[in-house]
C-alpha cells in the first residue's frame, strides 16, 4: 500500500505521556505508525502502547534534540509544554500543529486576542496585569465575573469566581498575575466540535457535542448536542473557521458556550485530542484520535462516519473507578481504563462509552439497563429526548 503522506513504518514523537497519548499510540498503530512518547513524569500512562518512551524535561535541550532526531514528525498530547521546547524540535522536524497555535491556546489573553481578532464571538474579557487593574475589570465587567490564570490552567483549576466586592477584596493579595476577567455568562448548556485538519487543508469534523460538568471536571458527554441543526451547524461552521484561520494541521477541541438568547460564545480551543471527544472511540468507524494521526501525517480525512447516538461518563478518582466492576459484567458498555497506578479525588482514570441507534439516546439518564452501574454515582442532568443532529458539512 502506499500513499502520499508520512511512510509506513515512519516513528511519531508524541510530547506528553498521558491518557491521549496512550490512545493516540493505539491509533498510530493501526495506521502502521510506530510512536515514540516524551513524557516528564516516569511511569507515563503511554508506555503501555508506544513502542519508545523518553522521561525528560520538555525544556531540556539535549533530551530535545535526541527526541527529534529519533522521528520523523512530532505532536503533543496536551498545551503545558515549553514554547521554546517546541520551536527547538521545530527546527530539527516536523511539529502539528505548529508551535504558534500551541502559543495561542496556552495563553487566555493570545487566544481571546486571537479569537476577536478574527471576529470569532466569545464573552466579554480583560486582561488584568496586577492589583490595579482589579477594580477596572469590576467597573467593566459588572458582578458576578471570572478571574481566570493566563496559563496553565484544566479541569477548572487556576479560576475564582468573584461574586462581589467583598469576594474581590478577600482574593486580591493571594492572586497570581497576570490574570484574565471574564464576564459572566448565563449560559444554557455547553457544547464542543472535534475538527481535524491536514497540511492539504483537508477538513473534518465530529458531531456537535454537549457536556456536563462537575466541580470543574467533565463528567458527561452526549453526542450528538440536544441542540436544534442551525445552532449545530454554526458551531460545525465556528470550529472549522477558527481551525483555518489558525493554520491547525492535527485535532482541535473547541469549547463553546450557548448563552440564554440561543447565541454561541467560543470558551476555548484545545489543538490535540479532548475528553469530550472520547466518545468516537465507540460511536465512529474513525475516531478522533486517528483522525488526528491521519493529520499529522498528511492522510486523507475521510467522512468519520459516526453509526450510532453515544453517552461518555468519565471515571474520576476512586469514586468512578467503584464502577468498573459493575461495568465490565454489563453488557452494552465499553470501558476504557487509562492505566495510572495512583488513583487520586480528582484524577481522570478512564471513562465509559455507552452506544444508541442514531436518534435514539434513551428518555430520563439510566432508564437503559445498560447504565445501572452509574446510576448510583452519576447523579446527572436527564437526558431528555429531543431533536436529534445530524450535521450537513
Known amino acids: 500500500m502506499s500513499h502520499s503522506g508520512l511512510p509506513l513504518g515512519s516513528t511519531i514523537g508524541i510530547i506528553g505521556g498521558g491518557q491521549l497519548g496512550r490512545m493516540s499510540a493505539v491509533a498510530a498503530a493501526r495506521l502502521g505508525y510506530h510512536v515514540h512518547i516524551l513524557s516528564a513524569e516516569p511511569n507515563p500512562p503511554a508506555q503501555d502502547t508506544a513502542r519508545q518512551v523518553t522521561i525528560g524535561a520538555y525544556d531540556d ?34 511539529v502539528h500543529p505548529a508551535g504558534a497555535v500551541l502559543a495561542i491556546s496556552q495563553d487566555r489573553i493570545l487566544e481571546k486576542s486571537f479569537l476577536g481578532e478574527n471576529e470569532i464571538p466569545v464573552a466579554p474579557w480583560v486582561s488584568v496585569a496586577g492589583p490595579a487593574q482589579l477594580a477596572d475589570a469590576a467597573e467593566t465587567l459588572g458582578f458576578p465575573f471570572l478571574l481566570k490564570t ?28 497576570p490574570l484574565i476577567a471574564e464576564g459572566f455568562v448565563d449560559f444554557d448548556r455547553e457544547l464542543s466540535v472535534m475538527v481535524a485538519r491536514n497540511a492539504r487543508g483537508d477538513i473534518q469534523n ?31 461552521s465556528l470550529a472549522r473557521d477558527i481551525a483555518c484561520r489558525i493554520g491547525l494541521v492535527g ?41 488526528h494521526i491521519r493529520a499529522v ?17 468519565n471515571l474520576i478518582g476512586p ?7 459493575n461495568t465490565l459484567a ?54 431528555a429526548s429531543s431533536e436529534r443532529v445530524e450535521i450537513v458539512e
Open 61 to 94: 535541550e539535549a533530551v530535545l534534540r535526541r527526541f527529534a532526531e529519533s522521528v520523523d514528525v512530532i505532536t503533543f498530547e496536551f498545551e503545558n509544554i515549553s514554547a521554546q521546547g517546541l520551536d527547538l524540535l521545530a527546527s530539527l522536524c516536523p
Open 251 to 291: 485535532i482541535m477541541g473547541v469549547e463553546m458556550f450557548v448563552a440564554a438568547d440561543g447565541s454561541l460564545l467560543v470558551n476555548e480551543i484545545a489543538p490535540r485530542p479532548h475528553n469530550s471527544g472520547h466518545w468516537t472511540m465507540d460511536a465512529c468507524l474513525i475516531d478522533q484520535f486517528e483522525m
Open 330 to 383: 454489563g453488557s452494552g458498555l465499553a470501558l476504557h481504563l487509562y492505566g495510572k497506578s495512583d488513583c487520586r479525588p480528582g484524577r481522570k482514570m478512564g471513562h465509559i462509552n455507552a452506544l444508541f441507534p442514531l436518534g435514539a439516546l434513551p428518555g430520563p439518564y439510566g432508564i437503559d439497563a445498560r447504565f445501572e452501574p452509574l446510576r448510583a454515582t452519576a447523579d446527572i442532568v436527564e437526558v
Open 297 to 313: 501525517a498528511n492522510l486523507p480525512l475521510p467522512d468519520p462516519c459516526r453509526h450510532s447516538d453515544a453517552v461518555m461518563k
Open 206 to 236: 465530529f458531531a456537535v457535542t454537549e457536556n456536563q460538568h462537575r466541580d470543574g471536571i467533565l463528567d458527561v458527554s452526549l453526542a450528538p448536542a440536544r441542540v436544534p441543526v442551525a445552532l449545530a451547524c454554526e458551531a460545525v
Open 150 to 177: 493566563t496559563r496553565f490552567g484544566y479541569d477548572g483549576k487556576g479560576q475564582f469566581r468573584i461574586q462581589d466586592a467583598a469576594t474581590l477584596q478577600a482574593l486580591t493579595r493571594d492572586l497570581p498575575y
Open 319 to 325: 469514586e468512578g473507578m467503584a464502577l468498573c466492576e
